[in-house]
């Protein structure tokens, strides 16, 4: 008798993109994460949208493609992090992204930065913070003092953030947003 097996099922393995085998319509999947994960649902246009993509993804397969990480279970996607190492708030490339600037006194500190999307349903399943974990493990190999991360001040992800050892930097007041840095020093154990 056949036994019925989910994705879910199956552990996902975690590594850099580069390292990882083909996956199959992998430029579909990816984008299926980043926009239902996205709090940003609608556009006004395609190249809003396009835009939006690649600001806050599609640049960091671009120039960060060794930073760039893979959760897959079987042959699907279940999870990424797009990381960059070098200070943001220094480097020009993000000049487009206002909050860097204010926090352009803290990113000396915790110069790499990341973001993180997990599918709905193999969240709270420990992909995330593996994820973390690979990524904080190559930039400790490559001598890299700390690493952040922006998100919204109020975000139901900041208990995740804690958990995997990062901590509150600096409040972040952008417009109407209220955003909030997180760092996790990388020097120390
Ligand atoms: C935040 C996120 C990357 C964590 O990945 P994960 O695989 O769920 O992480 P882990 O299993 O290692 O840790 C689970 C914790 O993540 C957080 N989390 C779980 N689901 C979440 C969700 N839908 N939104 C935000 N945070 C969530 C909770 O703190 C959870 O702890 P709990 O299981 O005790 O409630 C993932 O949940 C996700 O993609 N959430 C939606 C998008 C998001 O917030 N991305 C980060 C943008 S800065």
Redesign the pocket.
């Known amino acids: 008798m056949n036994e019925e097996r989910t994705d879910a099922a199956v552990a996902p393995t975690v590594a850099r993109l580069a390292e990882s085998p083909e996956i199959a319509d992998f430029s579909k999947q990816l984008d299926d ?1 980043f926009f239902t ?2 709090a940003t649902k609608s556009f006004a246009s395609d190249d809003e949208r396009r835009a939006f993509r690649w600001r806050w993804l599609g640049r960091y397969l671009d120039a960060d493609s060794d930073w760039f990480y893979v959760a897959v279970s079987g042959n699907r996607l279940v ?1 990424y992090l797009a990381g960059a190492i070098d200070d943001p708030a220094q480097s020009g490339r993000f000049k487009d992204i206002a909050y860097f600037t204010e926090i352009s006194a803290e990113t000396g500190k915790y110069p790499a930065h990341l ?6 349903g ?11 974990e690979r990524f904080v493990s190559d930039l400790r190999a490559a001598n890299i003092r700390g690493v952040h ?4 001040r109020h ?7 804690l ?2 050892g990062f901590v509150p930097v600096k409040n972040i007041t952008c417009g109407a947003s209220e955003s909030i840095m997180l760092g996790r020093p990388l020097n120390r154990g």
């Open positions: 994460i994960s996205s999870g973001h993180v999307n997990v599918v709905e193999f969240r709270s399943g420990g992909v995330g913070s593996r994820l973390i991360l922006v998100t919204g975000s139901r992800n900041i208990p995740f953030y958990k995997n």
